[in-house]
């Protein structure tokens, strides 16, 4: 079972919808939690982090449920520019001290 | 801005060559880090560093190695390149464990 599992998507949808990412992670001891964007062909690029209280940035909002090990995105108002892969990341709490990375959700806002 | 730089941006080896790809960061970043990218797959840690000579294997780093000499300054070594390891590598550095990591625009190397 992977670290981190994503839909991979593609999630196509019209300009102005709200759409909803989930992400689940398997180890109960990570610690700090992520949303990464890959536009095609670039490198990863930080969205956002995700609080344990939940947090808002303009039309994102993540989340973090650690009973149910799951972060999820929201995006609302969509817009054009918004299509790209959204990589769900995480930290562990213990061991190893790197970002893993789940295999992203692509998302593609058609006019 | 923080800038990660890698030596290449498209490199293409032969089967059995050992091959070096070079990453520099201008922040005075401890963490620096060696991904590879796969359809289907993500980016898969390959190796990270907490400092200089220090390094740690993430989890795929068999049949590659790197060197930390300068804080600035990571590789990743293959040693003997294969056909399987035709792939992006993204390097990435973060001043902390909890903090942003910044990645270099990629290598694609492409193995024949």
């Known amino acids: 079972r992977k670290e981190v599992e994503q839909d991979p998507g593609p999630f196509n949808v019209p300009e102005g919808a709200t759409v909803a990412f989930n992400c689940t992670y398997s180890n109960s001891a990570s610690q700090s939690f992520f949303w990464y964007r890959q536009d095609c062909r670039k490198e990863p690029k930080l969205l956002m982090s995700?609080?344990?209280s939940g947090n808002e940035d303009g039309r994102f909002t993540a989340q973090l449920n650690r009973a149910s090990q799951y972060i999820s995105l929201l995006i609302r108002d969509s817009k054009l520019s918004d299509s790209a892969t959204y990589l769900c990341?995480?930290?562990?709490?213990?061991?190893?001290?790197?970002?893993?990375f789940g295999s992203g959700t692509r998302l593609q806002v058609q006019p | 801005d923080v800038k990660v730089t890698q030596s290449s941006r498209y490199l293409v080896k032969r089967t059995g060559e050992k091959v070096f790809l070079e990453c520099v960061q201008d922040?005075?970043?401890?963490?620096m880090f060696w991904y590879r990218q796969d359809p289907g797959l993500g980016l898969r840690l390959i190796y990270f560093s907490y400092d200089v000579k220090m390094k740690e294997k993430g989890d795929i780093p068999e049949g590659y190695s790197v060197s930390r000499e300068k804080k600035e300054r990571f590789s990743l070594i293959l040693e003997s390149a294969s056909t399987n390891q035709t792939s992006m590598y993204l390097c990435?550095?973060?001043?902390?464990?909890?903090?942003?990591?910044?990645f270099g625009q990629g290598t694609r190397l492409t193995v024949v």
């Open positions: 990341v995480v930290l562990r709490g213990t061991g190893r001290r790197a970002l893993t």
């Open positions: 995700v609080y344990s």
């Open positions: 922040m005075d970043h401890e963490n």
């Open positions: 990435a550095s973060s001043l902390g464990s909890h903090t942003e990591a910044f």
